[in-house]
């Protein structure tokens, strides 16, 4: 059975993209560009940690992690990843990181996102309350804010932090490996990703979460489960071929202004509106993805079978058409009616399983 071999954020964060030895390298000339002021500037293990404190040392230990995972499931690497622990990374900043062959990647960290947090709540009860006196609209902010910090601390878990960083080096790394390193698309379309099926680039990502996360992905699948039934809440065909369930509302996002690399923290009213601007539940999405890449994984023997199928992509070919010419030498259907209907076996049996009983 299924073994959990890798170690959400209280708000919704949206990236939008050795020892450690602080201003080596191009930290030396990003910081004589005046591109970061301020902050420091941490070489790590396949990148660089830019940050406003010597938070630094605390994230290296995540890149080799990341980069070793994704060797195991897709292919060694050599696409490097600056984390820059600020919501925003400048345009000027992120064209630096490119020329340097770096791939940025925005993080908000728990000061800032407590920050953020504040901010986007006195922001919605300034606009909910306007006709109030001062004193009484104070006095709203102070009780919504201590009721958002007790249902949802703004500090991440660090064990969560790092599974989440980890997913989002993923994103980049599989970006890197099927568009190449340039960024963006090559044809213009909007996509979350890279330029194969959001599923996959999705997969990409959550293959390189912590035992944490996975757990939590299972815990989240198990609770459907129980409630209703659930084993597979998208189709698989529909699941195969459809957009990201967070594309248009991280378009729209995108949309809010700025040049550079952000990310986003969003609560209350603005996380409610971004769910319902997506055209479904990211999570949903996210646990399906978890539980199809231990099926096809545990059903091949193969823990690169990820890999081949995104050479087929690729290629311009599709999973219809690797299954029918390799899906049966690794131990699967040889067409997607058959893929969907093992699939969904396997989930259920999966799920009915008391998870004390999984080997860890």
């Given amino acids: 059975m299924r073994r959990f071999t890798v170690a959400a954020l209280a708000l919704a964060t949206i990236a939008v993209a050795g020892s450690a030895q602080a201003d080596d390298g191009p930290c030396v000339e990003w910081r004589e560009a005046g591109l970061i002021d301020g902050l420091t500037c941490t ?50 900043l992120a064209s630096a990181l490119a020329a340097d062959g770096y791939k940025a990647l925005p993080w908000v960290d728990g000061e800032a996102r407590a920050a953020m947090l504040k901010a986007s709540i006195v922001k919605q009860i300034e606009a909910q309350t306007a006709s109030l006196p001062e004193a009484q609209r104070a006095a709203v902010s102070e009780q919504a804010l201590a009721k958002a910090n007790a249902s949802a601390p703004a500090i991440a878990d660090p064990v969560i932090e790092a599974g989440s960083i980890a997913h989002e080096i993923g994103h980049l790394l599989f970006n890197s490996y099927f568009d190449g390193a340039e ?47 659930t084993v597979l809440p998208i189709p698989v065909q529909t699941y195969l071929t459809m957009d990201h369930p967070s594309l248009r509302a991280a378009q729209a996002i995108k949309g809010r202004g700025g040049e550079g690399a952000k990310a986003v923290s969003l609560s209350g009213d603005e996380a409610k509106a971004f769910l ?42 599709d999973l219809a058409g690797w299954l029918a010419q390799s899906g049966g030498e690794n131990g699967l259907p040889t067409t997607l009616d058959g893929l969907e209907t093992e699939f969904e076996a396997w989930a259920r049996t999966t799920l009915a399983q008391d998870p004390a009983d999984e080997p860890a």
Avoid: C, H, M
């Fill in 43 to 92: 070489g790590v293990d396949r990148g660089v940690v830019i940050a406003p404190t010597s938070s630094g040392k605390d994230y290296a230990g995540i890149f080799p992690i990341a980069f070793e995972r994704f060797a195991q499931v897709f292919a060694p690497t050599d696409q490097k990843i600056a984390l820059v622990v600020q919501p925003e990374v400048s345009k000027e």
């Fill in 183 to 229: 960024p963006g698309s090559t044809d213009g379309t909007p996509r979350y990703g890279s330029r194969s099926p959001d599923w996959l680039d999705e997969a990409a990502a959550v293959a390189l979460e912590n035992e944490t996360l996975t757990r939590s992905r299972y815990a989240n699948a198990r609770a459907a489960f129980a409630a209703d039934g």
């Fill in 276 to 317: 319902e601007a997506s055209g479904g539940n990211p999570v949903v999405f996210y646990r399906q993805t978890r539980l199809f890449i231990d099926f096809l994984t545990e059903r091949s023997g193969n823990p690169r079978i990820l890999f081949s199928i995104a050479k087929a992509y690729r290629d311009g070919g």
